[in-house]
């Protein structure tokens, strides 16, 4: 029998970076909602994300709002792509976000590397999307009042004897 994945401590570590705001209290609300995309005649519907097993996708939306009088600046918004996940191909919103197989060093998509080949000599192939570990955004400068954004979408991938636990996210 497959065991079913807790979908919500999936969604438990997602990352707003603030380099212009070094205070305790941020201006800057943040607000992570996960939901599984079951396709309906064509067409991506979303539904609560209580629980899922391995094929079901996944889309993670966080919404950045600035609560302050002031605009915030310098905004970096990451979103992790789950242990036990691969990211989705032309999932993220915006289009323009930065990848990371780490989590530390972020790049343009599509991620590349360089590959030893058997003659000694080096190519510049692709990072398969299984190997990205979070998405960034740079938000920039957020009006006071004003909200953003960003998403990308996973497929869970891993095998169904995987504990739940093995699948959470470290924030």
């Known amino acids: 029998m497959r065991s079913i994945l807790t979908i919500g401590i999936l969604a438990a570590g997602f990352v707003l970076s603030q380099a212009a705001l070094a ?5 800057v609300t943040s607000q992570l909602l996960a939901q599984r995309v079951d396709m309906v005649a064509g067409k991506p519907v979303l539904s609560p994300a209580g629980v899922g097993k391995p094929g079901d996708v996944l889309q993670y939306s966080a919404t950045y709002k600035n ?7 310098k905004l970096l918004a990451t979103l992790p792509v789950p242990p036990g996940t691969t990211l989705v191909q032309a999932s ?14 972020f790049a343009p998509m599509p991620l ?14 692709p990072v398969p999307l299984p190997e990205y570990r979070a998405l960034r955004w740079d938000i920039g400068a957020l009006p006071s ?26 924030p």
């Open 23 to 27: 205070q305790k209290a941020s201006p």
């Open 112 to 125: 590349t590397r360089m590959v030893k080949q058997a003659d000694g000599s080096t190519r510049k192939e």
């Open 67 to 73: 609560t302050a009088t002031a605009p915030a600046g």
């Open 92 to 105: 993220a919103e915006p289009t323009q976000a930065m990848a990371s197989t780490d989590g530390k060093t």
């Open 145 to 170: 009042g004003a909200s953003s954004v960003v998403s990308l979408r996973v497929r869970i991938d891993a095998p169904a004897d995987t504990p739940v636990a093995a699948l959470a996210v470290k």
